[in-house]
Nanobody
């Protein structure tokens, strides 16, 4: 198993930036692909970005492409989501998740481990 803890959320003005972190403990972090998801009030959880075990492959939702960057440092057992040019519609609770699947996936049901979430609020 792997335990995940997010941090770095907060309140930011539109156009600003935040960097979220996801600290992993337990089994070897590099054994898991990682994803970021978000859930806005009254909406379903949605995929934001994913990264492969090595960090060599990434994929983004169209809504964040070009503004967000997912990365990981396996030596530090930590994943990151750099969020730039934030918009009010980015307001949500952000979750990191991990999966041990052998295929790439953006489906939340394919992720086995989840953090508790960190809130991000973007004011206009």
């Amino acid at each position: 198993q792997v335990q995940l803890v997010e941090s770095g959320g907060g309140l930011v003005q539109a156009g600003g930036s935040l960097r979220l972190s996801c600290a992993a403990s337990g089994r070897t972090f590099s054994s898991y692909a990682m994803g970021w998801f978000r859930q806005a009030p009254g909406k379903e959880r949605e995929f934001v970005a994913r990264i492969s075990r090595s960090g060599g492959s990434t994929y983004y939702a169209d809504s964040v492409k070009g503004r967000f960057t997912i990365s990981r440092d396996n030596a530090k057992n930590t994943g990151y989501l750099q969020m730039n040019t934030l918009k009010p519609e980015d307001t949500a609770v952000y979750y990191c998740a991990a999966n041990a699947r052998t295929y790439y996936t953006e489906s939340s049901s394919s992720y086995d481990y989840w953090g508790q979430g960190t809130p991000v609020t973007v004011s206009s």
